[in-house]
């Protein structure tokens, strides 16, 4: 499937499992992404994200969002947007 590069993860939080990323493109609740790196590999649905703390429904670019991750991802790894 195409992947359009959304973003790039800048920390890693690991209770609650989160990933912050700093945006690049658009993201929203409910689209499916790829997270790439060195040692990741790892696909997942959006289903929760926070700017400051506060839940939002969609991510646009320069926005850093939270997302939660089922594990472990590294700052600097790649967030790609995986479109059908």
């Known amino acids: 499937m ?3 590069e ?6 890693f939080f690991a209770r609650p499992v989160v990933a ?4 690049t493109g658009t993201l929203k609740l409910g689209d499916k ?7 990741t590999d790892l696909e997942l649905t959006v289903e929760s994200m926070q700017i400051n703390n506060v839940n939002v429904t ?4 320069g926005d850093a969002v939270g997302i939660k991750v089922i594990e472990r ?6 967030v790609y947007k995986v479109t059908d």
Do not use: Q
């Not at 912050?20 to 945006?23: A, E, N, Q, R």
């Not at 991802?73 to 790649?78: L, M, S």
């Open 73 to 78: 991802v590294r700052p600097g790894d790649k």
């Open 33 to 39: 992404i790829h997270i790439k790196g060195h040692t």
């Open 58 to 61: 969609e991510g646009k670019s």
């Open 20 to 23: 912050g990323i700093t945006l």
């Open 6 to 11: 959304v973003g790039k993860v800048s920390d």
């Open 2 to 4: 195409p992947e359009i």
